[in-house]
Every structure is written in C-alpha cells, then in structure tokens.
C-alpha cells in the first residue's frame, strides 16, 4: 500500500522535474539559435516547391513566414540590435509573396525596411524595387504599392523620372489616391528637394496602416524638422550672443529679450536643451533616428 | 496460513456520462479459502465471479475493503510470483508460438533462463501441448487456446492458481483433462480456486465451495453439507402406466423405457408414491435414495432469478 | 526489475517485427534507388542536396507514421485484447509495462532508421562519388531524428494510456503538427500581453519542439552541427518523453481494465 502511494509519489515528481526541465532547456535551445528557423528560408530551392510540398495550405504557409518575419524584424528594429540578419529580409519576404501573391503587407514592409541603411533596414534597395514590381504586377489596382514604388525611386535610387510616373498611376487609376498626384510634378519638377522628401513621408505616415511603417515615417519626418529646426534655433542663439556678448542661459532669457517668441518645443513635443557653449540638443535623441543636427554625439 | 483472505471488498460501479447511478457489482462479504483447498466459486452469470477475480488480480481496484493472498496485500507485486491466472476467454499475443508465449511469461514471473527450456516442456506435456509448441497461436482453436491458458497459469510453479470457468470451450474430453488436471494439481500441494458455473464438476473436485448470486455470497461450506440442507431425494421404478398420472402430481417427472417408469420425488413423497402405486395395482420394482445434487440446491435456495439448465446455472 | 522492463520491450520489438513493419523498409529501398538513379541520369548540379534532404524527409515520414501507429495502440490494444491480464497477474509493475512497451518501439524506430541510414549514405555515395567531412552532419541529423521519434513515441503512449486508438492517433499527429511550429508559437506568446500571455505561453512551452530537432536542410548543405546543439537536443528529448511516460504511468497505475 505504501510501495503504491511511493510510486505515485515517485513519478508524480518525475513529471513535474522533467516538465520544468524540458522548458528551460526549449528556452536555451531557442537563445543558441534565435535565427537558426528563419534562416531555413535561405535553403529553400524555390517558391514554387515550397507550394507544392505545403500541400495547398500556401496562404497559411505565407502567413507563417509573414509573422516570423515581422516578429523578428519588429523586435529587434524598435530596439535597434546590431546583429539583426537583414540578409533573410528579402527572402522572407520573396518567399511570402510567392506564396500569397495579394499579402499587400509583406511589400510595404519591403519598401520601408528593405531601403533604409543598417542598422535600421537592409540597405537594398534595389530588391526593394524587384520586390514592389512583382507587388505591382499581382495586384495592379493597389495604389499603395505604386506610391511605394515611387517612393523607392525618388528616395533611394533618385530616379525622379521614374518616380513621377509611379506616383502618377498611384494617384490617377480607378480607387487611387488624388493626394500622390502633386508627388508626380514635384518629382518631375524639383526632384532632390528635401521638402518633396519630407511630402512623401508625410504621405506614408498617413495611409500606412502597419504601426511598424507608421512609426517609421514619423522619425523621418521628425527627424527632417529637426534638421529644419536646429539651425534656426542656433542661429537666434548667435543673435543672442551678438546682442549680449555672452550665450544665454537658458530660454526663458532668450523669450525675455524678445528673440524668441516663446520656450520652443522639439517635433516630438519635448524641450530643447541649451548648452553652455551654444549648442542646441534634443533630450531624446532617440525619437529622432535620422537626424543629422541636434543630436548630442554628432554636435 | 490461509491461502486467500477477502475482508469486505465491494465493488460499485458509476454508470453513465452526465447522470450517474450506481450499480452494485459485489456487496461486501467475508471469505476464506484454506492452503490446499480446491475450492470452487460458484453462481450464474452476472453473480460477481469474475469481478472477484479481477479484484484480487489487481486489475480493477475496489470501492471498499481488502484482502490477503498467500498471507500479503493482494497488491503486493512480489506475491504474484506464487500465483496463476487464467481468465475467462483468455486472449494471448497471436503472434507468438506456445513456447515463445511461455516462455515470455516465465520469464516475467521469475523463471531462471536456465529452467526455462525444461519447464515448457513439462507444462506442455501435461496439457497435452506438445504437438503444438511451435505453431502460432493465432491458428490455435478455443480448446487449444483454454489449453495454453491453463498452461501459461502454472509455468512458473504457483502455489495458488486461479482459474476463470476454465471447463468453457472445451468438449467433454477436454474438460475431463482438466478436471484431472485440477486433481494434480491438489495432489501436488497446490490450493485451486476456480470459477464455474458447471455444479457436477464443482461437486466432484471441490473441497469446499462458495455460492454468488447478484453480487451477494450467499453460501459457504462443504458441498455435501450444503446438498443436506437440501433434503434427498427418492427414486421409485415400477411397472405400468397407471400410476403416472398420481406420481406426476406428487412432483415427480416420469419416463418411460419398454413398461418401466422411472420417477424421482422428494424424500417424503415416498410413502403417498407408493400408495398410489399400489391403489393402481402395478408393481413395484425399486426404491433408491438418491443424493441431493447442488443443483437442487441452486434451484432451492437461489430460486428467484437464476435457473438451472442440463447441469448449468443460468441467470 | 529491469529484467521484466528488458522482455517487454524485447516482446514489443518482436510483435513490430511480426506486423511486417519492417517490410517499410523495401518502400524505402526502392526509393532512394529510384531517386539516385533518376539523379544520376539529369545533371543539376545539386544531387548531393536532394539525396540528403529526400533521403532524410522520408526517414523522419515513414518513422513519424510508424511511431504514432504502433504507439497509440501500445496500451490500448492491450486493453481491448484483454492480453493484459494474464501480464499483470504476474510480478510485473504497471511503470514496468509502460516503460518496457516505450523502449521496445523506440528500439523498432532506431533499427529502422538505422537500415534506412545505410540507404541514404548508399545513395549519397552513388551520386556523389565520395564522401566528404560535411557528410558528418547527415549522421547528426539521423540522430536528431531518432530523437523526434523518441518524444513522439512518449506522446503516442502516453495518449494511448487513456483514449481510444483513433483519438490519440489524431493528437499526437495534432502534435507533431503544432511541434514543427512550436517556435513561431513560442514568438507569438511573446508578442501578447497581461493574462493572455501567461495562459498562451504556458501552453507553447508544454507543447514538443521539434524546430531544433530539424537540421536536415543544413546537414543538406554539409554545414557543421555545434556539439552544444547535440546536447541540448538529447538533454531536451530525454526530459520530454520523460515527462510523457511518467503522465501515462500516473494515468495507466489508476485505470480500472474492462
């Protein structure tokens, strides 16, 4: 009777060691290899084996391969980690769309992350473009993949002509959005003006609909403003000094000498930092990701 | 030492999915069954037979109570070296031959390899096996199954071997082998507790017997204290169709072979038989007491609820 | 007591054996030879790889459907067979049968795949000419695979203990399944929030993770395997079925037989 309760007793403990154990070593397993199941996607032969061997379940396969990739990209571009593998970006993404040709998504990540530079994109553009020509090609009454398309080509390969016309069929087909249209003559017209730059993203931040790409256009435009803001700021603190021969202390003095209107906000609704030496910093640098002034190292 | 204690164990069972009633499958009841006994447990079908035996097995396990085999919990793995079971309908591995099917449950009951061989032989032998030891078992008939059932009970040289309506199956030559069987096996120190529905054989091998009926033990003792409960009976031939009519209505089933009538009545009809024998004027040629069988006892004591058929209880 | 747990699983190997599941092994054969020479005839450069990932997609199909075939039946159909009873008459202990039956299948799996290993280092050996360092990965990813067998099996007996054979083929087929994408659920876990992310990430944990069993595609591209991966790999599949086998022993030690 007892040998009975000591059995129970036996493996009842057994189980609880073993179930406990086999977690903590699923989550070693996991920290060996973080990326080690999404490179699997740089051994596949082809989309279209992929297809077969998924036995028609090819839209639940492109699902999972989606979710893998914003999972992994998501975390790891809002933390900004060295060591993403932005190499598996643009198979992740071919292979998604090869498989669900219509997973509008998969492509307006492409053109957001697959441009930029490291350590905030894969820096390539030109599988950017590979990418949104098939996007296009699949689903030619999607007006948001043309935007993206000239997006590309004005930001990243300065292709102004070839921007125009993507932004023209964006903004003039049947469903289209009339707000790209004036993006078509400003290519054509004053293509390398950063104010058409500063449309585009403004453009992106209002009809994105992934929170990933939203939040990206924002630091761009932020950080575009802040580019603006930064020198104008400076050059009132010269005012300042000429006026005074000393920097000022702080902006409420500067507010007081009527060289301001009032104690100025950064784009992202913070105040500014004023230096001993004249500087003006931002507090959270990083808001403004793309930002070239303003920014406390590069200062 | 007694050779098997039962102190109390029930068994009751939940039946059905949402709403669930309770069905009594065996009440509460005290046995004892002596080392060296053959002892036979006896009652219809549906009685509670088997699930005594799948109590003490350890295959279900009881709402309440206990019991001692070979003087240890009847749970205690080790004790079951010194024991046998067949089951009712036994079913074995199909795809094993007898001597691989024997030699796999020596080897689980502690068999040294060694003695292995040797043993299957014997067992074979005695079962009258033999002939069959390489062929597997999937092609065996019940009677050859019923045969390597017994086997596989006493390979490994129990003390106690249990054993589940172990005449079913058989023809009546194999159950007269078996019936021997059971003798050897007493006369080889062995206690035989063994389940049956079949009284004759109950009464010629047990020593003492126990009667189940509806869960319930209803009797316990030596077979012919039991029968004398009873009361004997008389039979009574005599010449002449006359008489048959009044014999009948005294209870006594009649036949007839040429002119003679055979007629078996209750001990104390006999005088009111004879009487009427010789009112018809017919004569009479013997008078012979004859024992009370278990049969009579069933149909007597249980009565409500079970029937005796050609020798046999029937729920 | 180890002696009992040796004949079962010697006696369970043997009725494998007898149930002709061996004979899978021709399917096999004909298989890889079939494919070698197809291989062998158009030149596309990359026999090596479709030998291997073929070669070793098969092994892990054909053991994954024997494992849940035979395993849901382990306990069930002895149940239903009533062999059990004249078994646990004996000395035997219920953790005894239960983890006798276990090593008596994965016994059956490891020879299996053990001739089947000399199918695919046959057919490697046809298209290739020779055998190269990197071939020592296709040897770790036979071993990763026996692995997958061995929790697979523990899941299969596990279920087998307490349900019908039909139900527990479909959940641990269900399981293999959500196994191979247990790490996406794992990632999704760690992407909801408050009592949702308790609740979703105690069950990605509970499930089998057989991600990290799967190198098949790098021993395909004769890539190293890190000797941290084997032992992690072997540490996990020993705690998994480990705790598997000690669930359908609590459940089996109860359970009243018909």
Not at chain 2, 153 to 177: C, N, Q, T, W, Y
Request: positive net charge; aromatic residues 10%.
């Amino acid at each position: 009777m007892t040998a009975r309760r000591s059995i129970t007793f036996a493996f009842a403990v057994l189980l609880v060691v073993c179930l406990l154990g086999q977690a903590a070593t699923v989550h070693r397993l996991d920290q060996m290899r973080p990326e080690k199941t999404l490179e699997e996607v740089l051994y596949v032969p082809s989309a279209k084996v992929l297809q077969r061997l998924s036995l028609g379940y090819n839209g639940l396969l492109a699902d999972i391969y989606w979710t893998r990739a914003v999972q992994y990209f998501g975390t790891r571009l809002s933390s900004r980690t060295k060591s993403t593998r932005y190499d598996l970006l643009y198979p992740l993404l071919d292979i998604t769309t090869d498989l669900d040709r219509n997973l509008i998504p998969a492509y307006e990540f492409g053109a957001s992350f697959l441009t930029q530079t490291p350590p905030l994109g894969a820096g390539q553009a030109d599988n950017a473009v590979k990418l949104l020509k098939k996007g296009v090609a699949a689903n030619p009454e999607q007006w948001r993949l043309y935007f993206d398309l000239g997006f590309v080509y004005y930001l990243n390969l300065k292709d102004y002509a070839a921007a125009a016309d993507a932004f023209r069929q964006a903004g003039s087909m049947p469903g289209g959005n009339p707000n790209v249209l004036p993006m078509a003559a400003a290519s054509a017209q004053l293509g390398g003006d950063p104010r058409v730059a500063r449309a585009l993203w403004q453009l992106t931040y209002d009809q994105a609909s992934q929170d990933l790409v939203r939040k990206n256009a924002q630091a761009h435009v932020r950080s575009m403003d802040l580019d603006d803001a930064v020198p104008y700021l400076e050059s009132k603190v010269a005012q300042f000094r000429a006026q005074h021969g000393r920097n000022p202390a702080g902006w409420m003095e500067m507010a007081r000498a009527g060289v301001l209107p009032g104690v100025p906000k950064d784009p992202a609704g913070d105040f500014y930092r004023l230096t001993a030496d004249g500087h003006v910093l931002v507090q959270h640098p990083d808001k403004f990701p793309f930002a070239t002034r303003g920014i406390p190292d590069t200062e | 030492m007694p050779a098997i204690e039962i102190l109390q164990l029930e068994k009751t069972y939940s039946v059905g999915h949402l709403r669930k009633s309770k069905r009594v499958a065996l009440k509460p009841f005290l046995l004892t069954v002596e080392e060296g006994e053959v002892f036979g447990y006896l009652g219809p079908n549906g009685a509670g037979k088997t699930t005594t035996l799948k109590l003490l097995m350890g295959l279900i396990a009881p709402t309440g109570g206990s019991a001692r085999i070979l003087g240890r919990d009847w749970r205690d793995p080790e004790m079951k070296r010194d024991i046998g079971f067949l089951p009712e309908q036994p079913y074995f591995y199909d795809y094993l031959t007898a001597e691989e099917l024997l030699a796999y449950y020596a080897q689980l009951s502690g068999v040294a390899a060694g003695d292995i061989p040797q043993r299957i032989a014997r067992v074979l032998d005695r079962v009258g096996m033999t002939a069959n030891a390489r062929v597997q078992l999937r092609k065996f008939s019940k009677g050859m199954l019923q045969r390597i059932g017994v086997a596989q009970a006493i390979i490994h040289d129990p003390k106690l071997v249990f054993l589940d309506e172990p005449m079913s199956g058989l023809d009546p030559m194999g159950r007269l082998e078996v019936r021997d069987l059971i003798q050897s096996l007493k006369d080889e120190g062995k206690t035989v507790f063994f389940s049956t529905h079949i009284l004759s054989d109950a009464e010629t091998l047990c020593d003492r017997v126990a009667v189940l009926n509806q869960g319930e033990l209803r009797a316990v003792g030596v077979v012919a204290d039991l029968t004398a409960e009873v009361g004997g009976k008389v039979e009574v031939v005599w010449q002449g169709a006359k008489a048959k009519p009044a014999i009948e209505a005294l209870g006594g089933e009649c036949h007839t072979t040429a002119n003679l009538v055979r007629a078996v009545l209750a001990e104390k009809q006999l005088d009111p038989a004879i009487d009427a024998i010789r009112r018809a004027q017919e004569r009479l040629i013997s008078v012979t007491p004859v024992r009370a069988t278990l049969e009579d006892y069933f149909l007597q004591k249980l009565g409500g609820g079970s029937k005796v058929i050609a020798g046999e209880v029937k729920a | 007591m180890s002696a009992r747990i040796r004949h079962i699983a010697f006696n369970t190997f043997r009725e494998a054996v007898r149930d002709r599941v061996l004979y899978n092994l021709v399917f096999f054969a004909v298989l890889m030879a079939g494919a070698s020479i197809l291989l062998g005839q158009i030149s596309i450069d990359i026999e090596r790889q479709v030998v291997v990932n073929l070669g070793l997609s098969a092994v892990s199909l054909f053991g994954v459907v024997i494992a849940i075939f035979i395993g849901i039946g382990l306990v069930a159909k002895e149940i239903e067979r009533r062999t059990l009873y004249t078994v646990l008459a004996r000395p035997v202990r219920r953790w005894e049968f239960i983890v006798g039956k276990f090593l008596g299948l994965v016994g059956t799996l490891v020879v299996n795949t053990f001739f089947m290993a000399l199918g695919v280092f046959a057919a490697l050996l046809y298209v290739a000419r020779h055998f190269e360092r990197g071939d020592l990965s296709v040897a770790v990813a036979l071993y990763f695979i026996v692995l997958e067998f061995v929790v697979i099996t523990a899941l299969a007996l596990l279920f087998s203990s307490f349900s019908s054979p039909l139900l527990s083929a479909v959940l641990t087929f269900a399981l293999f399944i959500v196994g191979t994408f247990a790490e996406d659920l794992r990632g999704f876990a760690a992407m909801t929030h408050g009592a949702v992310r308790g609740i979703v990430t105690v069950m990605a944990y509970l499930m089998p993770n057989f991600a990290a069993l799967n190198v098949i595609s790098q021993s395909a591209h004769q890539q190293p395997i890190a000797g941290s991966l084997i032992l992690y790999n072997t540490v996990y599949a020993v705690l998994y079925a480990g705790a598997a086998l000690a669930g359908a022993v609590l459940i089996f030690e109860r359970r009243n037989l018909k």
